[in-house]
């Protein structure tokens, strides 16, 4: 019984030095900067020499300015940027240094006020313009970067002002 437990206490001990020596093996490191008074102005994550990871930007005001993630020195994954209030002005999301999928940006007082839909940096889908008030101001498409198929623009009380339609060939407006 007492050579089972050894055996398998010595397996243990051997599975974590091999853990140990896997991670070790990478270079990890966080760099951070500041300026002449001490304040932070950075905290950047390296992987091998490149950024990796979630990295950090800072307003003189010590408030957080940015964050990005970083795959290997390639933005990759969700950047946010604040106003100096720390209030959100942008989300977007990057694949390859691409901005891929959903941004959004903010008023100053946190309003959302645009949407907007890239896939491999290129507008492609859905694309909305907001009032303050939260009601939509134009919704449409983009299809590889141009306007496509039926927009529509509204009045600040959300009725109708205007249609167009955009096909790759030719485009139509209409008033309502």
């Given at each position: 019984?007492m050579?089972?437990?050894?055996?398998?206490?010595?397996?243990?001990?051997?599975?974590?030095?091999?853990?140990?020596?896997?991670?070790?093996?990478?270079?990890?490191?966080t760099?951070?900067?500041?300026?002449?008074?001490?304040?932070?102005?950075?905290?950047?994550?390296?992987?091998?020499?490149?950024?990796?990871?979630?990295?950090?930007?800072?307003?003189?005001?010590?408030k957080?300015?940015?964050t990005?993630?970083?795959?290997?020195?390639?933005?990759?994954?969700?950047?946010?940027?604040?106003?100096?209030?720390?209030?959100?002005?942008?989300?977007?999301?990057?694949?390859?240094?691409?901005?891929?999928?959903?941004?959004?940006?903010?008023?100053?007082?946190?309003?959302?006020?645009?949407?907007?839909?890239?896939?491999?940096d290129?507008?492609?889908?859905?694309?909305?313009?907001?009032?303050?008030?939260?009601?939509?101001?134009?919704?449409?498409f983009?299809?590889?970067?141009?306007?496509?198929?039926?927009?529509?623009?509204?009045?600040?009380?959300g009725?109708?002002?205007?249609?167009?339609?955009f096909?790759?060939?030719?485009?139509?407006?209409?008033?309502?």
């Amino acid at each position: 019984m007492m050579s089972g437990l050894f055996f398998n206490g010595l397996k243990f001990c051997a599975f974590s030095l091999l853990i140990i020596m896997i991670l070790s093996s990478c270079d990890y490191n966080t760099k951070k900067s500041f300026d002449e008074e001490g304040r932070l102005l950075s905290v950047l994550r390296y992987k091998d020499g490149k950024l990796h990871g979630v990295c950090e930007w800072y307003y003189m005001t010590g408030k957080l300015q940015m964050t990005s993630e970083y795959a290997f020195n390639k933005l990759s994954g969700k950047q946010v940027r604040y106003y100096p209030t720390g209030v959100i002005q942008s989300e977007s999301f990057y694949k390859d240094n691409m901005l891929d999928r959903v941004y959004h940006y903010y008023s100053m007082n946190g309003k959302l006020n645009l949407i907007e839909t890239y896939k491999s940096d290129t507008l492609h889908g859905l694309n909305q313009r907001l009032y303050d008030n939260g009601k939509i101001m134009v919704d449409g498409f983009y299809q590889n970067g141009m306007m496509h198929g039926n927009w529509l623009f509204y009045d600040v009380s959300g009725a109708v002002i205007g249609k167009a339609e955009f096909n790759p060939f030719c485009s139509q407006t209409s008033p309502i």
